[in-house]
């Protein structure tokens, strides 16, 4: 069997990826989109053809010897987007960790190299295989030489033979050449005749075999127009010829032995995929990657790792880092592996087991004067509280501070992070434990053991360097005022947990099993037959077809039943708001009754949510497993679910305090705006004020509907709202939506004013900031699509709001738990969720707790207007309301 060439039009690939997928940018703003279409293009080669060789050619420049021949070559061209230029040194790069060869050649374009390598491949018994996106290309066929041509997208391709080529466009390859000389090429400002498409080209071509032999039998050409273009454009033609002549002798530099494809190293092409942002690609190089020996070996320099039992003051310096090890994401369930402990001259490795009995180890990780430096310090305080270690003391958290710095960033490992700051000395986890249902510890305890010192190895070192980067872009307070101190709290309140009553959930899903059943029999009466209400494919012939309501939607499989569709649907027939409820009801069971029920600690009865500190761009806490903050309150039957939520102890209650409409506060302190700092000033109603404002009467003319408009504007313009947007949520045209928009902006020029200089400003810096300082990235504010770049500006108007009032909540979490410790209060905080905090309480000290919470939220933070909290409380958290 023949050995295969594959040659890669690189320039043509990376244009083709580049205008076929959205943009993409990874946490350091670079563009990749364009690598990541080539590289899937490029997995997919290597996965079905598997080459012997392989070359991608990419162009010098923009003169070529074509250019002495006609120096309009090209020439109508728009200039290559930056977006797409800054692309290229990384696709390189990209190619490199592939092992994969590539070539360019001053005055020559990647067509010459091609086809210089692949005439030559061919005729020495190659299979040669041609990847473009561009026909001239078609040129090099033969029997031995295919050209695969990209259709829609990247790796959707029709690949291109003798026969194919005849079949499909009617030429033999040897007539390419002839075709484009006759039809020309706008895309390459190559002139052809004026007049002949490709199908004239076609015809005459099949007439007369060849451009010589048709000039050579002019007059036997039908039509006169036609002739008469032949004739008074014959330079035109054979210079075109000249042009879309593919050099197939190019002086190149290379052979065929120096393109051998040996496969690639995943373990190398892994590590790039990550700081690439290529997640989805991870799971491919490592299946179909050969193995690194030469790392596998010995991947780096020997480490020393002395494992013990027990800890002697004297092995402390008092500046440690410190891993925790947990394999499992689950942490609140994970057993803790080992811990490694790295100072400037020692590397120590511990069992838990041994750690929770060794005096000295919790002796120095309870003494809040030995500095400790961590990887997530509210994971490391979960995990060591669980084993009665109360950890004090931590000063550096890489995760934190990692977070700050790349807020765009998905990953946050210390290996990612490592790679990130150019420091590579540590493998991946999932090198190390695999990853899914294969993830567990290494049998050789050594290879775990150098593996977690390693990280904590890595956490030290890159101490320094990222304090001062946070430093550099004056982010250091955020950091050791706000999100630091906030950890710690957070981790507490993580190991507290909330306590449910179980009991009360499984009544709660009963009730709803039951109201589903009565719902279900409804909806099969009105329907005139049973049917799976789950299944579209049932539901959708029955509204449709039997009930003859009209269709809004399709989809490739039937009729579209999606919420959106039977919204629309809703005044038509009774069925509909059956079927709606329905699927309400059955969401509340399965993912928040069910899903409760399956989270709760059998140890404690509680409930241990995790709140994400580092995820959100906008710097607002989340929480998953389980995510408490989507709990849905619109329906009642929701609402009961925090029935279930009770305090831990008799005699007290669950107490909530909340911020009354603080993202529209912050907007007013930010705008400097006039009439909304004196609204809020005077304790008006902000909706009502609104609607006066926007429809232009009295505010004890203000209705219940103008006022319901006015608050979805009020918050639409905090969130970025659209025209479309607004008209959406307010079911009225987007003519009228953007209306409302203008009106709002007329009505508060300040706000007009801060939102235009807020994107100005972001695009000349290329983010923007919140009280605090924390920043947000926008590389899309100077992007050429104008939907990227409006939702760009979108986000930048609304982020300084959004996560200003972030800030806010988060240094009002630090300052009461400061503030519940003075005053010696039994009170603990549970929960945050959006702007609401619940704590529970003893009910005597309730009246002490109305006066500390509400001034210590209210005071936490100094705006131009006031700050404003409602609070209340009750024996389960729905009471608290």
Do not use: C
């Not at 466009?169 to 020309?184: C, H, S, T």
């Not at 190019?250 to 290529?278: M, N, R």
């Not at 603990?828 to 006066?851: S, Y």
């Amino acid at each position: 069997m023949a050995e295969k060439v594959v040659l890669i039009d690189g320039n043509s690939i990376a244009y083709r990826a580049f205008f076929a997928l959205p943009l993409l940018n990874n946490d350091k703003g670079v563009y990749t989109n364009a690598v990541y279409g080539f590289t899937t293009m490029l997995l997919k080669i290597l996965e079905e053809d598997q080459p012997d060789h392989l070359l991608v050619a990419f162009d010098a420049g923009k003169t070529t010897f074509r250019h002495e021949t006609y120096s309009e070559y090209k020439g109508g061209r728009q200039k290559t987007p930056p977006e797409l230029s800054e692309q290229f040194p990384v696709l390189k790069e990209l190619l490199d960790a592939f092992g994969a060869k590539y070539y360019q050649l001053n005055q020559y374009e990647a067509d010459d190299i091609i086809g210089t390598i692949a005439d030559q491949a061919g005729q020495d018994g190659y299979e040669v295989k041609v990847i473009s996106g561009d026909k001239d290309l078609l040129q090099l066929v033969t029997d031995r030489v295919s050209v695969s041509l990209t259709k829609k997208g990247i790796t959707n391709v029709d690949t291109y033979d003798p026969s194919f080529m005849e079949e499909k466009m009617g030429v033999r390859p040897d007539q390419i050449i002839d075709l484009k000389a006759l039809m020309g090429d706008s895309s390459d400002n190559i002139p052809g005749v004026p007049g002949v498409g490709e199908k004239t080209a076609v015809k005459l071509l099949k007439q007369f075999d060849t451009i010589d032999r048709l000039y050579d039998n002019l007059d036997q050409v039908s039509g006169k127009k036609l002739k008469e273009k032949l004739e008074n454009h014959k330079e035109d033609a054979y210079m075109s010829r000249k042009l879309v002549t593919i050099e197939r002798h190019a002086p190149i530099e290379i052979e065929l032995k120096d393109l051998g494809y040996q496969g690639y190293q995943s373990t190398q092409v892994s590590h790039l995929f990550k700081d690439l942002g290529f997640q989805s690609l991870l799971s491919r190089v490592q299946e179909g990657g050969i193995e690194d020996e030469s790392e596998a070996a010995e991947p780096f320099p020997d480490i020393k790792v002395e494992v013990v039992e027990d800890f002697e003051d004297d092995m402390f310096t008092g500046k440690e880092a410190l891993v925790v090890e947990m394999l499992y994401d689950n942490y609140h369930q994970a057993a803790v592996e080992g811990i490694a402990i790295i100072n400037e001259s020692n590397k120590y490795v511990i069992s838990m087991n041994n750690a929770k009995n060794s005096k000295g180890f919790k002796k120095w990780a309870e003494d809040d004067k030995k500095e400790k430096w961590v990887f997530d310090a509210k994971r490391t305080v979960v995990a060591l509280m669980r084993h009665d270690v109360n950890i004090k003391g931590i000063q550096f958290d890489l995760l934190l501070a990692s977070y700050l710095i790349n807020p765009a960033e998905n990953h946050h490992d210390i290996p990612a992070i490592s790679h990130r700051m150019g420091e590579s000395k540590v493998k991946y986890d999932e090198e190390v434990y695999g990853k899914g249902a294969k993830m567990k510890r290494p049998e050789n305890d050594n290879d775990f053991h150098e593996h977690i010192s390693r990280k904590a190895d890595m956490v030290y070192k890159l101490k320094d360097t990222v304090e001062n980067e946070l430093k550099n872009k004056e982010q250091y307070n955020l950091y050791m005022d706000l999100e630091m101190p906030l950890a710690l709290i957070l981790g507490r309140m993580e190991h507290r947990g909330v306590l449910v009553d179980q009991k009360r959930l499984e009544e709660m899903g009963a009730e709803l099993e039951s109201r589903l059943t009565a719902i279900e029999k409804d909806i099969f009466e009105l329907a005139g037959e049973s049917f799976n209400l789950n299944s579209p494919k049932q539901l959708g012939p029955i509204l449709f077809e039997k009930l003859n309501l009209p269709v809004i939607k399709k989809t490739k499989t039937g009729y579209s039943t999606s919420a959106d569709v039977l919204e629309q649907l809703e005044d038509q027939h009774e069925i509909i708001s059956s079927i709606l409820m329905y699927r309400q009801l059955g969401k509340l069971k399965s993912t928040y009754i069910e899903g409760l029920l399956k989270v709760i600690n059998e140890d404690t009865h509680k409930i241990h949510t995790r709140f994400n500190q580092a995820l959100t761009q906008t710097g607002r806490l989340s929480s998953t497993e389980p995510n408490l903050q989507n709990i849905p309150i619109r329906l009642e039957e929701g609402r009961k679910i925090r029935q279930a939520f009770i305090p831990s102890k008799e005699n007290w209650v669950i107490f909530a305090s909340d911020y009354s409409q603080i993202e529209l506060r912050v907007l007013a302190h930010i705008a400097q705006d006039e009439k909304l700092i004196e609204a809020f000033r005077e304790g008006q109603d902000i909706h009502t004020q609104t609607a006066s404002e926007v429809f232009g009467v009295a505010k004890e003319d203000v209705t219940s509907e103008m006022r319901r408009q006015a608050k979805a504007v009020n918050f639409g313009i905090v969130y970025g709202i659209s025209d479309y947007g607004l008209s959406q949520s307010l079911d009225i045209p987007r003519k009228e939506a953007q209306a409302f928009i203008d009106k709002y902006l007329e009505s508060y020029p300040g706000v007009k004013t801060y939102m235009e200089e807020t994107v100005q400003e972001a695009k000349q810096v290329g983010y923007v900031t919140t009280f605090m300082n924390r920043r947000r990235y926008l590389p899309e504010l100077t992007s050429r699509n104008f939907n990227r770049r409006n939702a760009a500006e979108r986000t930048a108007m609304n982020t300084p709001i959004q996560g200003s009032a972030a800030d806010v909540i988060k240094k009002a979490m630090i300052d009461l738990e400061n503030r519940l410790a003075e005053e010696n209060l039994e009170a603990k905080m549970l929960l945050q969720v959006h702007d609401e905090l619940i704590l529970e309480a003893p009910e005597e000290e309730v009246e002490q707790l109305k006066e500390v919470v509400a001034s210590v939220m209210e005071q936490t933070v100094k705006l131009d207007v006031p700050l404003k909290v409602d609070y209340s409380y009750g024996s389960t958290w729905y009471d608290a309301k």
